[in-house]
């Protein structure tokens, strides 16, 4: 049973435009997401984070949303760049467990 | 952010042996460890939690006996792939965290894989 999805296994986005990727959970007990980024081969980075009291947090050009009535939360990259193209998880902290998203590939065409 | 180191990077095994990927968090003290698989364009899949001293809590469909989990320090977990085989090819990441309300931070992941 998938508790956090991302519906979207890819997207395009053209340099300097904004890239959204979005996150639904369906479990209303967890308090503080984050997003991870991905390069092949290697292991996630850590991008930015957001505590369940709070629904946008900004850090430089990403910024993300959560809006806990609809269990949803949004990564925004703007403006993309090339060097942003990487898979991007979304992860849900509960208790003693995080819970990861299937991933969302972006691809920040030149 | 935190420094986790993930070793080997790369491990070529024979089939029936047993091969050990560390995880050390460098410069903090992880509570929790997390031991992933990920497979080709999939997502990273949780294969078993570990607290410092305890046992490690398994997923569901993770042979225990299989994937042996150590945690035996603040600084180090270990995976061991038993009696390898083939399809236990994969790439693991690991994953530290001083819980309860920080990030987790990821390793640079081990490919194994089983000839």
């Known amino acids: 049973d998938q508790q956090v999805k991302q519906n979207s296994p890819s997207l395009s986005v053209q340099e300097g435009r904004i890239s959204i990727l979005n996150c639904d959970y369906t479990n209303s007990m967890f308090d503080y997401f984050l997003w991870y980024k991905k390069y092949p081969a290697e292991g996630p980075t850590f991008l930015i984070s957001?505590?369940?009291?709070?629904d946008k947090n900004e850090d430089g050009r990403f910024t993300v949303f959560l809006n806990k009535s609809a269990k949803h939360l949004s990564l925004h990259i703007v403006p993309s760049q090339p060097g942003d193209s990487a898979v991007y998880f979304c992860a849900a902290n509960g208790g003693n467990q995080f819970y990861f998203g299937t991933g969302t590939s972006l691809t920040v065409i030149p | 952010g935190a420094v986790v180191s993930q070793h080997p990077s790369r491990v070529i095994c024979k089939s029936g042996t047993s091969v050990k990927i560390e995880c050390r968090s460098l410069?903090?003290?992880?509570?929790?460890m997390f031991w992933y698989r990920q497979f080709p364009k999939q997502s990273l899949m949780l294969m078993a939690t570990s607290n410092e001293g305890s046992k490690a809590t398994y997923e569901q469909g993770v042979e225990k006996d299989k994937f042996l989990i150590n945690h035996a320090s603040l600084t180090l977990s270990t995976l061991t792939v038993t009696s390898a085989h083939p399809e236990d090819s994969s790439f693991y990441i690991c994953s530290a965290s001083s819980l309860p309300r920080t990030e987790a931070f990821f390793g640079q992941g081990t490919r194994l894989t089983v000839v």
């Open positions: 410069d903090f003290q992880a509570t929790t």
């Open positions: 957001i505590s369940s009291i709070k």
